[in-house]
Structure formats: C-alpha cells, structure tokens
C-alpha cells in the first residue's frame, strides 16, 4: 500500500507561484508513474502533468510552460511549480502513483489552490 499526502496549496494572486509537494510513503515500486490532476468545482477530474520514474514528463496544454513537475528519487517526493497562475487553476490538486508492474494506483486526498486578487 501507497499512502501520497500534498502540502504546498493555498491562496495566491494571478500571476504568482506556488510549490505543491507529494509525499510517497509505503511500498514504492519500479518502473511507476506519478502526477498531478486537478478538479475544479463542478468540473471533472484532468490530468496537469506527469512524470515516470525514468524522468519522462508529459504536460496538459492547460499547464504547458507555466508548470514543472519533477521528482526526488531519494526522498520519494513529487513536486509541481506553477508559475503565471490564473484565477481558471483554481482547484484541488490530487497526486497520483501508478505502479506498472501491479497496474495499482493510488491517489492522495488533495490540497486547494486558489488563485483570486
């Protein structure tokens, strides 16, 4: 089992930056995959970015050259820089792990984002 815990969401204005963090704890396999969605009320659930443990990324055009998402092997932490925020990135960003081999996935409980002046 996976457990995944965001830190980093919070009130910011458009145009700012915020960090978010996913903690992986558990039992962490390889090759997996790990990224970030977000859900906006009333809206569904879309896929931001992701990155396997190769270092391969792919990004959402929602995001794509405002968002980074990157990984720390050795602390089992996921990260995702938003930068240029807009008041339409408002939402509760989810991480996800996937594990290849097991075909399991798992989710976190989320962190709010809200981007408003």
């Known amino acids: 089992q996976v457990q995944l815990v965001e830190s980093g969401g919070g009130l910011v204005q458009p145009g700012g930056s915020l960090r978010l963090s996913c903690a992986a704890s558990g039992s962490v396999w390889s090759p997996n995959t790990m990224g970030w969605y977000r859900q906006a009320e009333g809206k569904q659930r879309e896929l931001v970015a992701t990155i396997d443990s190769g270092g391969n990324t792919k990004y959402a055009d929602s995001g794509k050259g405002r968002f980074t998402i990157s990984r720390d092997n050795a602390k089992n932490t996921l990260y995702l820089q938003m930068n240029s925020l807009k008041p339409e990135d408002t939402a509760v960003y989810y991480c996800?792990?996937?594990?290849?081999?097991?075909?399991?996935?798992?989710w976190g409980l989320g962190t709010q984002v809200t981007v408003s002046s």
């Open positions: 996800y792990y996937f594990a290849h081999p097991f075909m399991l996935a798992y």
